[in-house]
């Protein structure tokens, strides 16, 4: 009788299904619950919902045009990743011994009425413990024509009297500055502040690059002082990062 009556509830609960339809999921729910039954009735879905192969290959098409956007993606990034020597550079407490990478602009000179153009580049230097200064890195090959510094000369600290403040200073012989009005051999001048954090920790900011260049005219009575006076300009500036 029991029996009986549980069939019973079953047909009157659920009158509009089709006599032929498949009532093995409600019947899981009658007993089990709706959590087991929906989860019947959802793998009869994924069985049903198999992709056809017209569908699979352009999802592959799709997968395929997002891994070449993200190839393309990386290479424009990846010049613009810093290393961890970017984000946290090895500071020197000293200055013999260290090694620099400077990276200047010369430009042309205020009153050069041939044109020119800015010359950007960098190189990479080691100041010596003897005062003396070697090039690890001349921005290129000089051999081939396409470094900047033919010869580095020594380096020195200046005290300013007037501040008190250091500044470190070297000359190099520059090449392939013509552009900018450098003729080649001509000796350049690197000027930049030393300055030091709480730690001790050296830096060098402001750099200045100048040159010595003849003063044009002028008199001294009845003498003409052209190729006689000459004076510093500043042509251009550098920064400085240790490496």
């Not at 090694?99 to 960098?122: H, K, L, Q, T, Y």
């Not at 005062?131 to 000369?153: E, M, Q």
């Not at 009575?221 to 400085?240: C, K, M, Q, T, V």
Request: charged letters at 25%; one cysteine or more; aromatic letters at 8%.
């Amino acid at each position: 009788m029991h029996r009986h009556s549980r069939s019973l509830h079953i047909v009157l609960l659920f009158p509009q299904l089709h006599l032929c339809a498949p009532l093995t999921p409600w019947i899981s729910m009658y007993k089990h619950g709706p959590r087991r039954a929906f989860s019947a009735a959802r793998a009869s879905s994924v069985r049903d919902e198999v992709p056809q192969p017209d569908e699979v290959a352009l999802l592959q098409e799709a997968a395929a045009t997002l891994r070449r956007q993200a190839d393309e993606l990386e290479l424009d990034v990846a010049p613009l990743r810093k290393t961890v020597d970017d984000i946290f550079p090895i500071m020197p407490k000293v200055l013999e011994d260290s090694s620099w990478r400077i990276m200047f602009r010369v430009r042309p000179a205020d009153d050069n009425r041939n044109g020119g153009r800015n010359v950007a580049g960098e190189v990479k230097l080691r100041l010596r413990g003897d005062g003396y200064t070697d090039i690890l890195d001349a921005g290129g090959a000089v051999a081939t024509g396409n470094g900047y510094i033919l010869k580095a000369w020594g380096w020195d600290i200046d005290v300013e009297p007037k501040d008190g403040k250091s500044y470190v200073v070297w000359s190099a012989d520059a090449t392939n500055m013509e552009d900018a009005g450098v003729p080649s051999g001509t000796r350049i001048y690197f000027n930049c502040r030393l300055d030091r954090n709480k730690e001790g920790y050296i830096s060098l900011s402001d750099g200045k690059i100048t040159i010595k260049e003849e003063v044009k005219s002028g008199y001294w009575g009845i003498f003409n002082s052209a190729g006689i006076l000459a004076e510093f300009r500043i042509r251009g500036d550098f920064g400085s990062k240790p490496i």
